[in-house]
């Protein structure tokens, strides 16, 4: 129980520091002034993610209506 909770918590804060772009993205975006395009490439990473766990959710709700329904 121990070992778990050490690993939720070391888990949770190692994902404070993440950042959305790659690390060459990132040079090439740092050295602009305005950052728009940083901040647009960072959104289009933010849907390419949110899409696949969208369609996952998505699917085993059906599974789950599929499966509780109440048979007539």
Sequence with gaps: ???KLVFF?????LFLETNAQ???????????ES???AEGINDG??????IPYILVAGIAY???RKFNTLKK
């Design 45 to 50: 990473i933010i849907y390419l993610m949110a």
């Design 9 to 13: 918590l070391f888990s949770i804060l």
């Design 22 to 32: 790659c690390a060459m993205c990132r040079a090439v975006l740092e050295s602009e």
């Design 35 to 37: 950052q728009t395009a």
């Design 62 to 64: 059906a599974i789950y």
């Design 1 to 3: 129980m121990k070992n």
